[in-house]
């Protein structure tokens, strides 16, 4: 379908638009920008949730973990050097990189692989192990992984047995890879009580961890945000309390996932969203363009003939289709251009009768003309104008115009008192009918049906109170009011026309017999003065 903004140039059009665009698109909208923004903040939500949940349970794994290479060590120590891996899960890596035994004289006896450099055991932890506790010691090198050590007394009842030190495979104790517990495409941080990061699986220097770290300071459990300024996390915490055990004051485990990846299900929502507010706008303009112009053709169809109406152009008609109140309003608009056509012709008519009337013309003529002025603005079929004879008993047929002629035998005179015409100069009054096959005065009903004629209406042409004629119409389709009206109109003004022109007649025959009598009076004297 083809758009056509030329509909969007009246104001009309605009603000149907706009009442559209409102009425429409804006709740449309508004209710998916709303959903949209409830469904991102409960997805939100619910992955923080999970994340965090997650977190303790990875938290309590470390903890199974930690707790399962203190068994070994404690094995170790039970057997003085045998082997001990079988409390360990068989799948997981060896727990221990290497194995020492720490003296009382500070000499390190290795007993599996290497341990260098291993920290120094402060008075609290001495007295820690002697009562026959696990010592986790952290050691953060300067570049690479933190170190982690176990330590536990070979016999607290026995100090002089030395003290077994173990550092912790990182293998072992960070393989979460293949573990349900960790939720697919998330990152693992663990924290020490400081905030420094002992594991990372995000591979992020230390400073780009720092919103991490004060992320998971707001209490023991948690969900927060943050950035590394390339992407943005969504990240939940658990807070791992060793100190009863392992005298270490806490682990915080810090599971964090992309927003990206959080939001990766609504991504092709989010797309569709678009694509279904841009279809709704195109929807919603084409709709409104369709309905503007529905509204606004038959407008201006009625514009252009109010214009035409202006111009004297009574005759067009607006046609207009819509099958609603617009073309009940061009219907309307049309009876009023045919009323409107109907009174100014009647107008026009009374203007060219009363111009006939006054020319200087026999009275034969102007009736003549005024019974054709009368069948050209009327559409009669016929006209025809009877004056009173001289014994005032008689019609005789002055004028007659129209299509439609009278039979050949048809007298020129007719009676008062006889057929459609005498009867009303002798009612003198007018006599109106649509139905003139039907009428029981009309002379000649089969000659009416021959010239198609369907209606009639006859004046009395009366002045003072005295009959001086009839005027008769007829009309090929029903006669209605304004019809009824200009025949009447005329009818008056014809008889006055006819009354003048007998007083003039008359005056005219008094003005020549006192002409004769002063001429027969100035014959007589002069003769009388020839005698004398």
């Known amino acids: 379908m083809r758009l056509d903004l030329r509909a969007f140039t009246s104001k009309v059009a605009r603000r149907a638009f706009l009442l559209f665009v409102t009425c429409a698109l804006i709740p449309v909208s508004a209710l998916a920008i709303f959903a949209f923004q409830q469904v991102t903040t409960q997805l939100q939500d619910q992955s923080q949730a999970r994340l965090q949940q997650a977190s303790k349970a990875v938290a309590m794994s470390l903890y199974k973990r930690l707790s399962a290479l203190e068994?070994?060590?404690?094995?170790r120590a039970a057997a003085r050097g045998a082997a001990g891996d079988e409390v360990l899960d068989e799948e997981l890596p060896r727990p221990f990189t290497g194995l020492v035994l720490v003296t009382p004289d500070g000499r390190s006896v290795p007993l599996l692989g290497r341990v260098p450099d291993p920290p120094a055991l402060t008075a609290e932890a001495r007295e820690h192990l002697a009562a026959g506790k696990t010592v986790l010691s952290t050691q953060h090198a300067a570049t690479g992984p933190a170190r982690f050590l176990l330590s536990r007394a070979l016999d607290r009842e026995r100090p002089d047995q030395g003290i077994l030190r173990g550092e912790v495979n990182a293998a072992y104790l960070w393989a979460f890879d293949d573990e349900p517990t960790l939720p697919p495409a998330t990152t693992l941080i663990v924290l020490d009580p400081s905030g420094r990061p002992l594991f990372s699986s995000l591979r992020a220097s230390t400073p780009a961890l720092a919103p991490v770290s004060e992320g998971a300071r707001r209490g023991t459990a948690g969900r927060f945000g943050w950035s590394d300024g390339a992407n943005d996390y969504l990240a939940g915490y658990w807070t791992l309390f060793l100190?009863?055990?392992?005298?270490?004051?806490?682990w915080t485990v810090v599971?964090?996932?992309?927003?990206?990846?959080?939001?990766?299900?609504?991504a092709d929502f989010k797309r569709t969203f678009i694509l279904v507010i841009l279809m709704s706008v195109w929807l919603v303009l084409l709709l409104s363009v369709r309905q503007i112009r529905k509204s606004l053709t038959p407008l201006?169809?009625?514009?252009?003939?109010t214009r035409r109406i202006a111009m004297g152009d009574f005759d067009s008609r607006v046609e207009v289709a819509s099958r609603d109140e617009f073309e009940e309003l061009a219907a309307s608009f049309n009876r009023m251009?045919?009323?409107?056509?109907?009174?100014?012709?009647?107008?026009?008519?009374?203007?060219?009768?009363?111009?006939?009337?006054?020319?200087?013309r026999t009275l034969d003529e102007i009736l003549q003309e005024c019974a054709e002025v009368l069948v050209r603005h009327l559409r009669l079929g016929m006209a025809c104008v009877f004056t009173?004879?001289?014994?005032?008993?008689?019609?005789?047929?002055r004028a007659s115009a129209g299509p439609s002629r009278l039979p050949d035998d048809a007298p020129r005179k007719i009676a008062v008192g006889e057929s459609e015409i005498g009867l009303i100069a002798e009612e003198r009054r007018p006599h109106a009918t649509n139905a003139l096959g039907d009428d029981p005065r009309l002379r000649d009903p089969e000659w009416a049906r021959q010239e198609g004629l369907v209606a009639f209406v006859g004046h009395p042409l009366v002045v003072e109170d005295r009959?001086?004629?009839?005027?008769?119409?007829?009309?090929t389709q029903p006669l209605d009011v304004v019809d009824l009206s200009g025949v009447?109109?005329?009818?008056?003004?014809?008889?006055q026309c006819i009354e003048r022109k007998r007083v003039g007649e008359a005056l005219h025959g008094s003005e020549a017999q006192v002409r004769q009598l002063q001429k027969i009076e100035a014959v007589g004297r002069l003769a009388g003065g020839i005698a004398h």
């Open 243 to 250: 100190q009863p055990r392992f005298l270490t004051s806490k």
């Open 255 to 266: 599971l964090s996932q992309s927003k990206a990846d959080v939001f990766a299900p609504i």
């Open 71 to 75: 068994a070994a060590l404690r094995a």
């Open 388 to 397: 009173l004879g001289g014994d005032d008993t008689v019609l005789e047929l």
């Open 300 to 305: 201006e169809k009625l514009q252009e003939g």
């Open 467 to 475: 009959l001086v004629g009839v005027l008769a119409a007829y009309a």
């Open 337 to 360: 251009a045919s009323q409107l056509g109907r009174q100014f012709n009647a107008l026009a008519m009374r203007g060219e009768i009363s111009v006939a009337l006054n020319r200087n």
């Open 488 to 495: 009447a109109s005329a009818a008056g003004e014809i008889a």
